[in-house]
Antibody, heavy 122, light 108 residues
Framework: EVQLVESGGGLVQPGGSLRLSCAASGFTFSSYEMNWVRQAPGKGLEWVSYISSSGSTIYYADSVKGRFTISRDNAKNSLYLQMNSLRAEDTAVYYC???????????????WGQGTMVTVSS | EIVMTQSPATLSVSPGERATLSCRASQSVSSNLAWYQQKPGQAPRLLIYGASTRATGIPARFSGSGSGTEFTLTISSLQSEDFAVYYCQQYNNWPLYTFGQGTKLEIK
């Protein structure tokens, strides 16, 4: 079964750090680009970060640039998000999502994890 | 940044009826648009990509149309499991993908 399982969420004080993990199974992880997407309580979806299959290309949303770092370990079938200098507005459910491309013409996030909650509060 | 605007914010429809959800882009995204369904407490689920192609396993009652700046998701005959929040997403401006704010489809 194709699956993504996030972990590492929790309660952290403003200015603190947290590292999220996403364990992939059921597919060749090293062949896929990956993303992190977040959803604040009662709000919509916000793309956070992208990493290529090799890890050589990385992008961030402006809202997290300079504070968050995406990485992956293909040998461990795992994706990570290191979050530093956390703010109250970073409070959200964080999802990892597989990036699927069809014939280099279309792409979308075809597999999502169940999400992990991050709460930034004193 | 391409802004995606969905309407209406909430749509009330009876089971068995047709639902039509709209998504507008602030600039042309060609056919580079996807639709997702999200139920309470669950992750989003991909429904449509390329504006009109159903993802694997998605029932035929879901259809997408449009190009450029105007897009529509139609659910032909609503089933109880279809009541959820629906998001559109543009991927024309890679990698700065943006989502709409969502349309909540509720039972009338």
């Amino acid at each position: 079964e194709v699956q993504l399982v996030e972990s590492g969420g929790g309660l952290v004080q403003p200015g603190g750090s947290l590292r999220l993990s996403c364990a992939a199974s059921g597919f060749t992880f090293s062949s896929y680009e990956m993303n992190w997407v977040r959803q604040a309580p009662g709000k919509g979806l916000e793309w956070v970060s992208y990493i290529s299959s090799s890890g050589s290309t990385i992008y961030y949303a402006d809202s997290v640039k300079g504070r968050f770092t995406i990485s992956r370990d293909n040998a461990k079938n795992s994706l990570y998000l290191q979050m530093n200098s956390l703010r109250a507005e970073d409070t959200a459910v964080y999802y990892c999502a597989r990036h699927k491309r069809w014939l280099q013409l279309h792409d979308a996030f075809d597999i999502w994890g169940q999400g992990t909650m991050v709460t930034v509060s004193s | 940044e391409i802004v995606m605007t969905q309407s209406p914010a909430t749509l009330s429809v009876s089971p068995g009826e047709r639902a039509t959800l709209s998504c507008r882009a602030s600039q042309s995204v060609s056919s580079n648009l996807a639709w997702y369904q999200q139920k309470p407490g669950q992750a989003p689920r991909l429904l449509i990509y390329g504006a009109s192609t159903r993802a694997t396993g998605i029932p035929a009652r879901f259809s997408g149309s449009g190009s450029g700046t105007e897009f529509t998701l139609t659910i032909s005959s609503l089933q109880s499991e279809d009541f959820a929040v629906y998001y559109c997403q543009q991927y024309n401006n890679w990698p700065l993908y943006t989502f709409g704010q969502g349309t909540k489809l509720e039972i009338k």
